[in-house]
């Protein structure tokens, strides 16, 4: 397994909120194949592998991985992954950096910022074994 070093810039302001959202086919081209690296607040918050058929791999960099898949809810991109608690939504929009993903959901969550496409997998421990 490949071992992933990123960097996220601290400080790094964010655009404002002003563009038009991505469509799920402009979603889709800017991301299919690749693993993008989210930060938020100047944090690591996590990776997710853009696979065939809107499917995903999902990590926080802690090991543990789920599998999903996204879906168009009207302007919103929806992830549901594998024994997760119903989808979640994100508007995205393409920044001077990267994407910008805004949660719609109850819970308020600052902004997501893409921190880099650095070409790697994530690594994703199998299941533990033994006691």
Same mark, same amino acid.
């Given at each position: ?13 964010? /655009? ?36 065939? =058929? ?32 119903? /989808? ?7 920044? /001077? ?9 109850? =819970? ?18 199998? /299941?533990?074994?033994?006691?």
């Amino acid at each position: 397994m490949k071992h992933v070093l990123f960097s996220i810039a601290l400080g790094f302001a964010a /655009p404002a909120w002003a563009a038009e959202p991505m469509s799920a086919d402009e979603f889709d081209a800017y991301t299919q194949g690749k693993t993008l690296f989210f930060g938020q607040s100047g944090k690591a918050y996590g990776a997710e592998e853009y696979l065939p =058929n809107r499917r995903v791999r999902w990590s926080f960099l802690d090991g543990q991985c789920q599998e999903g898949y996204w879906y168009e809810d009207g302007p919103e991109i929806c992830f549901v992954y594998d024994g997760g608690a119903g /989808p979640q939504c994100w508007m995205f929009q393409q920044g /001077p950096q990267g994407l910008v993903a805004e949660f719609r959901g109850d =819970n308020a969550l600052p902004e997501l910022y893409e921190a880099q496409d650095l070409g790697e997998e994530m690594v994703c421990l199998g /299941p533990e074994i033994g006691v």
